[in-house]
């Protein structure tokens, strides 16, 4: 039984062995896991059970888990659930094209407990920030306009600390506001 205060894990592999593993790591430390044996599987039980992270293996059947990562991104329901690949595949290319795809982060197998434990630890808080950034989300043409974006601007060059010569010889800060405004 699924408890609700937990967060729930989705783990896509196609090899049973690696789903048990994660899930016997995963439930002892107090996750609700979930599991789906290819990628297709997988994105159904995405769309129903809204999985707070997903492990994901790249070499399975049917799709590889960067088509799956890749269509996770596109859909605005999935977008914000982060995704950690779990695979036998170890080479840059391989990393960076988890990464290019979509992922938070990136395992190697064999997994070790304690570094998979860590990465899901950190990326359910990355789970909780993203979930803050959606939910205060606005569409820039329902709401952003031409002096919020100088505002945005001024307050960049405060946080950054740039010096005050700087800041006021910025071609766009010499300006008039009105004619400011016309450049955007």
């Known amino acids: ?3 609700p205060a937990k967060p729930l894990i989705l783990s896509i592999d196609d090899d ?4 048990r593993l994660i899930q016997r790591f995963l439930a002892k430390s107090g996750y609700n896991v979930i599991t789906a044996d290819s990628g297709l599987k997988g994105l159904k039980i ?8 997903i492990l994901l293996d790249v070499m399975m059947p049917e799709i590889d888990g960067y088509d799956v990562c890749s269509r996770l991104q596109k859909n605005s329901e999935t977008a914000y659930i982060p995704v950690i690949f779990v695979t036998a595949l170890g080479e840059e290319q ?5 990464f290019s795809v979509g992922a938070v982060d990136y395992l190697v197998k064999p997994i070790q407990k304690d570094i998979l434990i860590h990465k899901v630890h950190k990326h ?10 959606q939910k205060n989300a606005v569409a820039w043409h329902e709401r952003i306009l031409p002096a919020d974006f100088i505002q945005f601007k001024e307050f960049l060059f405060d946080q950054l600390t740039l010096n005050h010569e ?3 010889n910025s071609p766009i800060r010499r300006l008039p506001k009105s004619i400011q405004y016309l450049q955007l």
């Open 1 to 3: 039984m699924i408890s």
């Open 166 to 168: 700087k800041n006021t």
């Open 94 to 98: 391989d990393k960076a094209r988890a």
């Open 124 to 133: 359910l808080k990355t789970d909780a920030r993203w979930k803050k950034l």
């Open 46 to 53: 995405v769309s129903k059970a809204k999985p707070n992270l």
């Open 16 to 19: 049973q062995d690696m789903l």
